[in-house]
């Protein structure tokens, strides 16, 4: 525990001018990072005595081992920045609101020369429009399949769509009317984006104009006695009405809004946030997050403002965010969401009418959220709590341990050894700190030499960051030797308590082998063996027997099998990897454009490799070296084992073919 009066700053030396802060600890790890309109006045309230600040602030000031600043024009770059290094250094006293799941959004792919509408989740990506985000994904597809009717925009994955364009017949439903089918030519390219366009727009709240001409289009069918034809612009009205339905209006304006709510207590705050689009409420999602800084209600809205559209931009952002209270630089924070929109965006507290009646709809969401959260996070936390403390006894460690690593060995046959560590941090898993290795010093089947191997270079590279940032035995790092840190997370900078491997006596005794060679002695190690889920420890000839209904057995197998699921994964995506190259990869200076050339001429690589160079030379783009080139890189390659027909047990032939 530092003491804060040991690095605070000499008066004169903060400038009083806006800026952000960061507070780093002895290991040059950022801790915290705030902004301010006066730095002088913002850091001089962190150096009082530590009996006048709250809780929260006293505990980071005495973690933190220096401060630094940096200095910027206006307010409105304060707060850019400050975002920016929360979300680079991710801070561990700074409020960070983070997605319990990866909500779904119903996308349309503008960016496709025909585009589909299909559920993404994850990052935004460019050119592509996002409507929601849904609670579910079946609700997103309802939706769709009532839309599909008047807009029968494409659904079908990239793989599917070139299946049927080379068939030359459309999927199920092309036929029953809900695809335009352009993979066979129905409709244009053209046509098919003015359908996109339309089903977007229709989704973005513009739905009067879309009901309107189907019922003109319905009566004017009428009047011809054309009824089939009525009839079918009376189901498609219905069709888009139901789909209306599903988000009802909530304000008669057709405003565009996000509401932003809160619930908290000392420890916890929950935040929700419904999203209404033409009046119509198309999104709803919502976060808890521990109040690890002291911070009130208005601080938690900036954080909540920053962190959901920090990314954002264009209509994204909405014309109008309201709020329960107003963030401190009310002024600075709208300048910035203006900025990221393009244009003025309203930040204020709704007082009366419709939208104070939504804004408290939307706290009774987030009130609800906090108690479902405490519920069973007071169940998680004292199951995890037990399961640590039933570990520690019964490998007899001296604390709990905190930090749990795994590693795992996967291989098929021999063939593309991989490794895998994964983190466990207070019983939960922490997946920025999994880890993967390829297995380097030997090839063949060792598993005991692959852990060993694995074991030492994760310390090895442990030592080295702990080297690098100054861990000394005496606290003091000589000025010329002072590492060149930046605050980010390190790779392998923070050791574990404890070392699970997956196996048994052969393996922990390669591990705790591999940790004496470096020096480390205050690991520990252990393993546990799939057969009978034994627990062995170094040198002990005996296993350590868990009771089966024991919470630490349970999280030693979940931790467990994790990493085998992880090196697993690895695995497989390397032999894929591996069993995809071509021949055509070894010919120096041919891009994938021309290799797509030479396939889609002579239509598979067996007529290729039969082909004579002369016959390879009439290919667009081959000259004469590089058809010998590639015959010779043809010639060169081992025959590849066939395929086989998983369904029937036929051998495919390359070119598409079977053979009994």
Known sequence: MADPSSYR??????????????????????????????????????????????PRTATMVTTAASVEWTVVSTEVEALQLEYSWIKEFDPRFNVKYRDDKSYPYLAVTMNEEFPRVQVMRGHKKKGVRYFGPYTHAWAIRETVDLMLRVFPVRTCSAGVFRNAASAGRPCLLGYIGKCSAPCVGRVTPEEHRELAEDFSDFMAGRTGTYIRRLEKQMMIAAEDMEYEKAARLRDDVEALRKAMEKSAVVL?????????????????????????????????????????????????????LQQLYGEESGEAVPKEVLVPALPEDTEAVSAWLSGRRGSHVSLRIPQRGDKKDLMETVARNAQQALVLHKTKRASDLTTRSRALEEIAEALDLDSAPLRIECFDISHLQGEDVVASMVVFEDGLPRKSEYRRFQIKTFEGQDDVRSMHEVIGRRFRRYLAEKDRTGEWGDGEVPQEEAPDDDGRPKRFAYPPQLVVVDGGQPQVAAARRALDELGIDDVAVCGLAKRLEEVWLPGEDDPVVLPRSSEGLYLLQRVRDTAHDFAIRYQRSKRTKRLRTSPLDAVPGLGESRKQALI???????????????????????????AEAVAVALAQAA????AVNTATGEIMEDDGGTTA
Do not use: M
């Open 9 to 54: 700053p000499k008066p004169g030396q903060i400038p009083d001018s806006p800026g952000v802060y960061k507070f780093r600890d002895e290991h040059r790890r950022v801790i915290y990072v705030g902004k301010a309109k006066s730095l002088r006045q913002r850091l001089a309230n962190y150096f009082q005595p530590l009996t006048s600040l709250h």
């Open 600 to 626: 889609k001429h002579f239509g598979s690589v067996k007529r290729l490799k039969q082909a004579t160079i002369e016959q390879i030379c009439e290919v667009p783009g081959f000259g004469r070296k590089t």
């Open 639 to 642: 025959p590849a084992a066939p």
């Open 252 to 304: 008669a304006d057709a405003t565009d809004a996000d509401l932003i709510a809160l619930a908290e207590d000392e420890l916890e705050a929950a935040v929700q946030i419904f999203h209404v689009r033409g009046g119509r409420v198309r999104g709803q999602r919502g976060w808890v997050t521990d109040k690890v800084e002291a911070v009130d209600t208005a601080g938690l809205v900036e954080h909540a």
